[in-house]
């Protein structure tokens, strides 16, 4: 028998159309505040910057793009972003926080005082998925993180305003947590506000990221032969197979924001062998964090069952790389955001026009929790390219990366100036920060 194995696209079709309507009745976003147009000369300057690095940018982006590297292991992506730094008189620290291909740079006014003063920083991503190279993107955040970071530290310089911007190469995002230990290390100690951007196939201000935690669960049992003497066994993957019911019977009680991803890993050598061990991989997501909790205690409660009604014993490991936490989109830095992309031609959606259906994570969640920050999303591939696949590592070499480019570098810089320049912006976001919860650490709820 031949079956169709193509997946039907009904449901994104339907999707697709609820956007594009809703997209319609998006209204358009002012360019101008009049009471902010004394900060026009310094918006020129940033956008002035920008353009001028452009074609440098354009080159690293295009150069990362070409040789990929997978998380912890960037020490080549990281070495062209340091030497770009260094031509602009930058001076590059490596290996910052314990992680090795991380990077840090800054620009600070004459008298900064770190007490007094604010710091905003820009983050780069640079880490590739293995196999499809740079499917998510990340040479484009490595490129308009270094824009922004160049232009607001221009701009900061010519202004003579007290503050720093601190530039921040955050790597291993994919599969991993490499922010979270940055800020176990205390990188973000001293960051009033962090911002970046990711790529996609929209321009959006505010994006849902779900939180995620992993779990290797492996079950241990007693072999024995399977035919002559299985009364002597404990089977470890009759515990893994009721463990992998068990999570999908729970699915249908999970509200929709919640996600439960499972494999058995390890389920035996050999028909003929009742199993002494089973291996599982899971993961579990959700849309806050204290739902995050919840599900966790059930997916414990579900294998813990399982090895009860296989008579078998149970090791479950959490967090084998730390968790990262749902993002928590700054909407006082999105709003700046949007007019700096309004300016660029761009309409950044508000929140709930892209629906949660299609939300994954990212390690700035762990930031998000910590500092006010923002995670827009820029336009670089047509709609219905989704993030990992190759139409997306096509995109991220393409004409459109290159032209986002420059939009999110003057975006960047002009949102790190503005917060800079304007206390009360800086402030409000604060106060939005602690209105909707204040410092939440990844490793306080999970533990380290
Ligand atoms: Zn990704
Ligand atoms: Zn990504």
Redesign the pocket.
Known sequence: MCRNLTPSTAYLDHISNQVASDIAAVPSIPTHADDYSDQERLWSIVAQQAEDVHDELVDLSLDLHAHPEVAFEEHRSAAEIAKLLERHDFGVQRGIGGVETALYTEAMSENFDPEQHPTIAVLS?YDALPGIGHA???NV?AACGIGGFLAAAVALEESGLPGRVAFIGTPA??GHSGKEYLIRAGVFDSVDAAIMI?PFSYDIGSHVWVGRRNLSVTFHGVSAHASSEPFMGRNALDAATLAYQGLGLLRQQMPHSDRLHAIISEGGERASIIPDTATMSIYVRSLHTDTMLDLSQRVDDIIDGAALMAGVKVTKNWDVHPATLPVRNNETLVRRWQRTQARRGRTPLPSGVIPDTLAAS?DFGNVSQVVPGMHPMVKIAPVGVA?HTPGMEQAAASEAAATAILDSSIGLGQVAIDALAEPELLEEARQEFKARGAVVRSADLFGE
């Open positions: 991503e998510c993107g990340h955040i995002e994919e990711h990212t993030l």
